[in-house]
């Protein structure tokens, strides 16, 4: 009954911007932690960003000052605005819910490609 979707991947050149969106539903999404995570080929999955059922954000040193994590409960769904975007970027893009309880729920995942 949990289904998270992510969209808004694609192909970039350096420096440019994207937006990732993670519509969620089967939950009750406003009292949920949602996180989004990468995976490069060939590497562990990482944390890239999370936010709370509040509001409150964290963020992998990696991508602070870059990204923006952020939600809309009205909608059901999480965001991540990507600028500045770099060749060490390109990956999977996954949202997660983070539950304080169980292992949580993984998006099917969207390509992030940035290339020249």
């Known amino acids: 009954q949990v289904q998270l979707v992510e969209s808004g991947g694609g192909l970039v050149q350096p420096g440019g911007s994207l937006r990732l969106s993670c519509a969620a539903s089967g939950i009750s999404f406003g009292i949920f932690a949602m996180g989004w995570y990468r995976q490069a080929p060939g590497e562990q999955r990482e944390l890239v960003a999370t936010?709370?059922?509040?509001?409150?954000?964290n963020y992998a040193d990696s991508v602070k000052g870059r990204f923006t994590i952020s939600r809309d409960n009205a909608k059901n769904t999480v965001y991540l605005q990507m600028n500045d975007l770099k060749p060490e970027d390109t990956a999977v893009y996954y949202c997660?819910?983070?539950?304080?309880?169980?292992?949580?729920?993984w998006g099917q995942g969207t390509q992030v490609t940035v290339s020249s």
């Open positions: 936010i709370t059922s509040r509001g409150r954000t």
């Open positions: 997660k819910t983070e539950p304080n309880y169980g292992s949580g729920t």
